[in-house]
């Protein structure tokens, strides 16, 4: 399947899903937190176009129940992340949606890859998709978004880059010569 890039249409799904989410927690799984580190979601490709756009729209709600900073593809971020779906049966007869999660840092180097996979239904025939519904997405979300908050709390912190335009010099006298 080519690689599509969703991050015009990304972004606004992501910023939607934060700006209409209420934090809440659940008790079933540890939630990993990771407030204050900012983050874009570049692209999400191999998976048809609507379990792309529910999985954006989760990843944003997942996102957001974890504290963390998700900034549109233009603005400075510390981390840039790219995902890949795939569904695939299962010896027993399920569908699996596999994610895997490249995160970038600012210097565009692969800092971490994670990676994972929900089971869903047994599958619908020859589409590995049609065994995949949203409550396998949002839980494909979910432990996406655990995944890298996960990485992103044992991250080292970024290094301060010199100001090059305010360096100042100080300017020593020659020393004198004896005659």
Known sequence: ?????????????????????????????????????????????????QVTTAFAGLLGEAAAERKMEIVPGDKPARFRVRGYLTAQPTADGQTALAFVWDVYDE???????????????RGGGADPWAGIDQTIVAKAASDSMDAIAGFLTTAPAA?????????TRTAQAAPEKRR
């Open 159 to 167: 290094e301060a880059k010199p100001d090059t335009k305010s360096k």
């Open 107 to 121: 210097s565009k180097k692969r800092a971490q890859r994670v990676q994972g996979e929900s089971l869903g239904r």
């Open 1 to 49: 399947m080519s690689v599509r890039n969703y991050s015009p249409v990304l972004g606004s799904i992501v910023a939607l899903a934060l700006a209409s989410c209420q934090e809440t927690t659940t008790a079933a799984r540890p939630r990993v937190d990771a407030p204050g580190v900012p983050v874009s979601v570049q692209s999400i490709s191999g998976a048809p176009d």
